[in-house]
Structures are given as structure tokens and as C-alpha cells.
């Protein structure tokens, strides 16, 4: 199975902040890379696919770039609705894997 | 707008079985793969099990493999997971999830475009 990590596993962050995760896969996965928000109790939520296409509907503060075995998440600036755990996932291969996430907190 | 609701979570003594279904709306149901991916509490995503439009491929997490079984009816626009010699490692939240597929030249990319909001599993005596 294909490994994904993200670091960092948490980060404390402002409103208006720029933020930066990143994702790491243990083999290159070319751009088979998604991108997930997920608040308390609810549902992951699709931020990006493909490594770069924003999901209809994400603001385009977030963005997606990457390719092989380095990705990163931006928040341009960061919002008070950001707050949240982000996931990587590869679909290079089955099983899809997620990384352990990374969350946003305030700071 | 897609739709994806599920049902069947509970509470459930170890060795036993359950069945989860997820019921899907706002969408031609046989036209995507459809996938259930879990969360234990407080602990990251884990795909358990996906299957195709047409039932013809199905995949399981090693996790589950031999315990859970897939399935779908898509004239009822549903999907099925029967978990069965449950463990206690398979308490979770329990979504249902609906692919999308690009094809670029020789590449197809998928992701998980829908989710549902979860059914909760708990396997403890």
C-alpha cells in the first residue's frame, strides 16, 4: 500500500494567515492526489483533485500543487470557516489511502 | 443535488454482524462507484471497501477483507455493506462515498466527490 504522510500533523493559525501543508507519498503517485476539509461530525468535504483543480464551489483562497511524491495544500488567507482537519489522498492505486491529516486550529 | 444517507449503525457485541445501507438521491445512482470509508473516533480516514457501476469489480481494505462484503442495487439506488465477525478496531463512523472518474489520455483519475453523513458503529460486549 501506498503511504501518505502530511505534516505538519497540526498548525495554529490567524484569521488572514497564509498556511501551508504538505503531503508526501511513499512511492510517486504522478498528480493522483485529492485534497479534503473536515470540521467536527461531519462529512469530509472535496477541496481539490487531480493535485490542482479546485472542486466546484471551494474558494479560491485554497490551492493545490504537487506532482511524484510532494503536494502542498495553500490558504491564501486564511478565513474564520478554515478551521478544520485536512486530509491528502492518493488514488495512484487501490486501496486509496489517506494521510493522518493536519489540523488547523486557532492560534 | 446528490444525496448520499446512510443507516444500519449500532451498537453490536463482538463475532456479530451488521448491514449498512446508504440510500443516494440527486443522481443517475448506476453511473459512478461507490465506495465506504470509515473513521474510528478521534482517528484519521480509512477506505474499507468499493465497487464498481455495474457490480463487475469490487475491492476491500485488508482490514475487512473475508468479513465485509459490497454490493449495490441500483434499481433501488443503493448501496450495501454486510459486516460480518465484527471487531472491536471496526468501531467507527461509517460513510458512504461516491467516485468521480476523469480520463486524461491514458490516465484516470478518481476522486470522492459526495459523501454522505455518516453512520455510527460501535462493536463492544
Known amino acids: 500500500d501506498i503511504q501518505m504522510t502530511q505534516s505538519p500533523s497540526s498548525l495554529s493559525a490567524s484569521v488572514g494567515d497564509r498556511v501551508t501543508i504538505t503531503c508526501r507519498a511513499s512511492?510517486?503517485?504522478?498528480?493522483?492526489l485529492n485534497w479534503y476539509q473536515q470540521k467536527p461530525g461531519k462529512a469530509p468535504n472535496l477541496l481539490i483533485y487531480?493535485?490542482?483543480t479546485l472542486q466546484s464551489g471551494v474558494p479560491s483562497r485554497f490551492s493545490g500543487s504537487g506532482s511524484g511524491t510532494d503536494f502542498t495544500l495553500t490558504i491564501s488567507s486564511l478565513q474564520p470557516e478554515d478551521f478544520a482537519t485536512y486530509y491528502c489522498?492518493?488514488?495512484?492505486?487501490?486501496?486509496?489511502?489517506f494521510g493522518p491529516g493536519t489540523k488547523v486550529d486557532v492560534k | 443535488e446528490v444525496q448520499l444517507v446512510e443507516s444500519g449503525g449500532g451498537l453490536v457485541q463482538p463475532g456479530r454482524s451488521l448491514r449498512l445501507s446508504c440510500a443516494a438521491s440527486g443522481l443517475n445512482f448506476d453511473d459512478y462507484a461507490m465506495h465506504w470509508v470509515r473513521q474510528a473516533p478521534g482517528k484519521g480516514l480509512e477506505w474499507v471497501s468499493g465497487?464498481?457501476?455495474?457490480?463487475?469489480?469490487?475491492g476491500y481494505a485488508d482490514s475487512v477483507k473475508g468479513r465485509f462484503t459490497i454490493s449495490r442495487d441500483n434499481a433501488k439506488n443503493s448501496l450495501y455493506l454486510q459486516m460480518n465477525s465484527l471487531r472491536p478496531e471496526d468501531t467507527a463512523v461509517y460513510f458512504c462515498?461516491?467516485?468521480?472518474?476523469?480520463?486524461?489520455?491514458?490516465?484516470?483519475?478518481?476522486?470522492?466527490?459526495?459523501w454522505g453523513q455518516g453512520t455510527l458503529v460501535t462493536v463492544s460486549s
Open positions: 487531480v493535485a490542482s
Open positions: 462515498a461516491k467516485s468521480k472518474l476523469q480520463y486524461s489520455g491514458f490516465e484516470e483519475y478518481n476522486w470522492f466527490d459526495s
Open positions: 489522498q492518493q488514488s495512484y492505486n487501490t486501496p486509496p489511502t
Open positions: 512511492q510517486s503517485i504522478s498528480r493522483y
Open positions: 465497487i464498481s457501476w455495474n457490480s463487475g469489480g469490487m
